[in-house]
């Protein structure tokens, strides 16, 4: 998952650097006054969004994978503290019948 997130990242100061790149040499256009480092970072996340979907589809197929398997074995921990707890009160309870 970090990996994944990593790499996305990278991608992400990639474009950044290309658009960055790209807006100050005059090929993009700028921003409205004061909104030009903006609309530079929102013009990256456009541009890196579609790239990061297609290039690291492996790498997110991967990390959902460890995902489930977390969430699996969290429900399984879930599901056998559920069944101590549930054998302890049958067994208090068998014990304060017997008193």
């Given at each position: 998952?970090?990996?994944?997130?990593l790499m996305r990242l990278?991608?992400?100061a990639g474009c950044l650097v290309v658009v960055w790149g790209l807006v100050y040499s005059g090929l993009a256009p700028r921003g409205l006054g004061a909104s030009n480092g903006l609309w530079i970072i929102m013009l990256a996340l456009v541009f890196s969004a579609p790239i990061s979907f297609v290039v690291l589809r492996k790498e997110r197929d991967r990390a959902s994978v460890q995902i489930v398997?977390?969430?699996d074995?969290?429900?399984?921990?879930?599901?056998?503290?559920r069944n101590q707890e549930d054998v302890a009160?049958?067994?208090s309870r068998a014990q304060g019948q017997t008193s």
């Amino acid at each position: 998952m970090l990996r994944y997130t990593l790499m996305r990242l990278g991608i992400f100061a990639g474009c950044l650097v290309v658009v960055w790149g790209l807006v100050y040499s005059g090929l993009a256009p700028r921003g409205l006054g004061a909104s030009n480092g903006l609309w530079i970072i929102m013009l990256a996340l456009v541009f890196s969004a579609p790239i990061s979907f297609v290039v690291l589809r492996k790498e997110r197929d991967r990390a959902s994978v460890q995902i489930v398997r977390r969430v699996d074995r969290m429900k399984a921990n879930l599901e056998a503290n559920r069944n101590q707890e549930d054998v302890a009160d049958e067994s208090s309870r068998a014990q304060g019948q017997t008193s």
